[in-house]
């Protein structure tokens, strides 16, 4: 018996095929869509006293979002969320910031975070809610 090597056009084709298939593969894990780069932080005092006055500032920026506005939230015990106050609308470029004085009325525990809104236009009236930060505490003697 004697053996033969195939050279006819279905072994060739059969390369092709293959060499064919590992490039379109390459491609495909080369175009994997990047994620939206962010961060939102909020920064306060960990204690206060009666009576005195603290700053609470947040600052956030969002590739995703055309424009951006940060707010603070904040809330005593486990009541709801409340919004304190709201910063300047900026662009993609620019790092938004929002920055509220609070008089520390009574004693007790206080607790803030801060939300980036992503907007398409500056004066977009339906803001999406982007990211969250992580709470503060403010203890208050």
Same mark, same amino acid.
């Given at each position: 018996?004697?053996? &033969?090597?195939?050279?006819?056009?279905?072994?060739?084709?059969?390369?092709?095929? #293959?060499?064919?298939?590992?490039?379109?593969? /390459? !491609?495909? %894990?080369?175009? #994997?869509?990047?994620?939206?780069?962010? @961060? #939102?932080?909020?920064?306060?005092?960990? &204690? *206060?006293?009666?009576?005195?006055?603290?700053?609470?500032? *947040?600052?956030?920026? @969002?590739?995703?979002?055309?424009?951006?506005?940060?707010?603070?939230?904040?809330?005593?015990?486990?009541?709801?969320?409340?919004?304190? &106050?709201?910063?300047?609308? !900026?662009?993609? /470029?620019? @790092?938004?910031?929002? &920055?509220?004085?609070?008089? *520390?009325? /009574?004693?007790?525990?206080?607790?803030?975070?801060?939300?980036?809104?992503? %907007? %398409?236009?500056?004066?977009?009236?339906?803001?999406?809610?982007?990211?969250? =930060? =992580?709470?503060?505490?403010?203890?208050?003697?």
């Amino acid at each position: 018996m004697t053996r &033969t090597k195939k050279t006819g056009i279905k072994a060739r084709g059969g390369r092709a095929a #293959v060499i064919g298939a590992l490039g379109v593969a /390459s !491609v495909a %894990l080369a175009a #994997v869509p990047a994620f939206a780069k962010g @961060d #939102v932080t909020v920064t306060a005092p960990h &204690t *206060a006293q009666v009576g005195k006055t603290f700053t609470v500032t *947040a600052h956030g920026d @969002d590739d995703a979002a055309d424009y951006l506005r940060v707010c603070l939230e904040g809330r005593t015990g486990t009541q709801a969320w409340r919004q304190l &106050t709201c910063g300047a609308v !900026v662009d993609r /470029s620019g @790092d938004a910031q929002a &920055t509220t004085h609070v008089k *520390a009325a /009574s004693k007790g525990a206080l607790q803030y975070r801060a939300v980036a809104y992503g %907007l %398409l236009t500056k004066d977009d009236k339906h803001p999406v809610r982007e990211r969250t =930060s =992580s709470t503060v505490t403010v203890t208050v003697r």
